[in-house]
């Protein structure tokens, strides 16, 4: 069973148009939800970091929640270069993160 | 800051190459070092945890004879593909960590390796 789970798998939107990403977990003892932003060929860029719930982190278009059993993306008023994909990852105890599968966001002028 | 330098950016060899690819942390000290792998469309897939000093840690199924990981300094880790095959073809990302169990992950840009 995935401890982290994303969906969409993907999604177009057409510029303008805003929507959120989510992220669902079933660990406990979380230390840490993390959010990144990978472009095709490139490394993941980290995005933010959420610790307790109720935590809200913002920057630029993107905006970060978390809950005791989710994590969403804002993404308002989205601009073609948005499109990425979006990954969202848990830190629990002293172990490594784990990632979810993604969501492949695209983002039509 | 946190920037993550990963070389070189493409390889491409023929089958029975070792290839080394270099991780460095360029202005922070990295006690922890990750090594990915990522399949076109999926996520990462954790390969090892090194850490500076000492052996890596590698994840069930990952050969640790087949993939070497050396993490010699505070801004140094390198992972050596030995003998490599066409099925060792993949896209690997290191990532490291500022000291801080807590702290994010920084990655690299990643190594596109394609062994004919």
Known sequence: EDQV?????????????SSS?????????LRGLFWY????????????????????KEKERLKATLTKKESFLHITAPKPEDSATYLCAVKIGNTPLVFGKGTRLSVIA | GAVVSQHPSRVICKS???VKIECRSLDFQATTMFWY?????????LMATSNEGSKATYEQGVEKDKFLINHASLTLSTLTVTSAHPE???FY???ARIQGSNQPQHFGDGTRLSIL
Do not use: W
């Open chain 1, 5 to 17: 789970t994303q969906s969409p798998e993907a999604l177009r939107l057409q510029e303008g148009e």
């Open chain 1, 21 to 29: 990403l989510n992220c669902s977990y079933t660990v406990s003892g």
């Open chain 1, 37 to 56: 932003r990978q472009d095709p060929g490139k490394g993941p860029e980290f995005l933010f970091t959420l610790y307790s719930a109720g935590e809200e």
């Open chain 2, 16 to 18: 029975g190459t070792s």
């Open chain 2, 37 to 45: 792998r990522q399949f076109p469309k999926q996520s990462l897939m």
């Open chain 2, 88 to 90: 060792d073809s993949s």
């Open chain 2, 93 to 95: 990302i290191c990532s």
